[in-house]
């Protein structure tokens, strides 16, 4: 078999990248945004679904195959293309090339976002040993504490606003780089959908935040007893 080119590799690297944008980093962001707006309809239905995730047998497993590589993939690889990119926007003004220009650096803060955001919830749940039913009171403590002051909340008014416009975009680019959507009444109309998308996750993850804000109530492990080994998985 012929080896594989340096042109072939990058073409490769280029469509993974793109792939990985929509499935599963773009999935996961609409499916988590979904979840935690249950915390709009109340404390214990987010409660379940805090449980039912934790509760999933090889968890460990399935978030670092399905969440952190592919998202480490698609953020070092996204960091590369940056660097070498070409901006032009000081002499070509088209709304495009400033689209162009902000999907690279909303990039760079959902990835900043990121960080803080494992940081303070999935790392502190694993280092103070919160699994099965005890992550879930644990985590919504968390999130309590962390909306009850106003940094907090612009912190993730930044990150929703950040990854529900770079999904939103990147959809879009990714349509004209698969050829998916050709002409311009196609691509305008694409445009619009795809806006549609970024202002419905915006507003979901936004709708969650004030919840927390408005009413942060506590809760207790939805199973008792189960820590000491006597069931749960
Ligand atoms: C309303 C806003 C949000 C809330 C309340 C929220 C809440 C949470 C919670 C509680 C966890 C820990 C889950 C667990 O360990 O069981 C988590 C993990 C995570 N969140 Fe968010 N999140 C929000 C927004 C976002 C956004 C905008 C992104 C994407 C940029 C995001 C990406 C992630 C990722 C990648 C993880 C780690 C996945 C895992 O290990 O399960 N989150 N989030």
Redesign the pocket.
């Known amino acids: 078999m012929d080896r594989v080119s340096k042109d072939q590799l990058h073409y490769l690297l280029l469509k993974t990248h793109s792939l990985t944008g929509l499935v599963p980093i773009g999935a ?2 609409c499916v ?2 979904s979840v ?2 249950l ?1 709009t309809v109340g404390v214990l239905p987010y409660q379940l679904s ?1 449980d039912a ?2 509760n999933l047998p090889f968890l460990i497993w399935i ?1 670092t195959i399905f ?2 590589i592919p ?1 480490l993939f698609h953020s070092f690889m996204g960091f590369y293309l940056s660097k070498n990119a070409r901006y032009n926007l000081a002499r070509y003004r088209y709304p495009r090339n400033g689209l162009y220009t902000l999907q690279r650096l909303s990039g760079a803060v ?1 990835f900043v ?2 960080v803080y ?2 940081g303070t ?2 790392v502190p ?1 694993w280092t103070n040993g919160k699994h099965l039913f005890e ?2 009171p644990f ?2 403590e ?2 309590n504490m962390e909306f009850q002051t106003w940094t907090g909340r612009i912190i ?1 008014l930044i ?2 606003a ?3 416009f770079h999904f939103a975009n990147g959809l879009w680019g990714f349509c004209i780089s698969w050829g998916l959507v050709v002409g311009v009444r196609a691509q305008r109309n694409a445009a619009l959908a795809f806006s549609l998308v970024g202002v419905v996750l915006t507003v979901m ?2 709708a ?2 004030f919840e ?1 804000s408005v009413h942060p109530e506590s809760t207790v492990p939805t199973i008792a007893g189960v820590f000491s080994g006597k069931g749960g998985g």
């Open positions: 996961y962001l988590h945004l935690n707006s915390r805090i995730i934790n978030e969440i952190y998202l959902v976002f990121l955001h494992v919830t999935v749940k992550a879930a985590l919504i968390i999130m993730y990150g929703i950040s990854a529900a993850g936004l969650t935040v927390f």
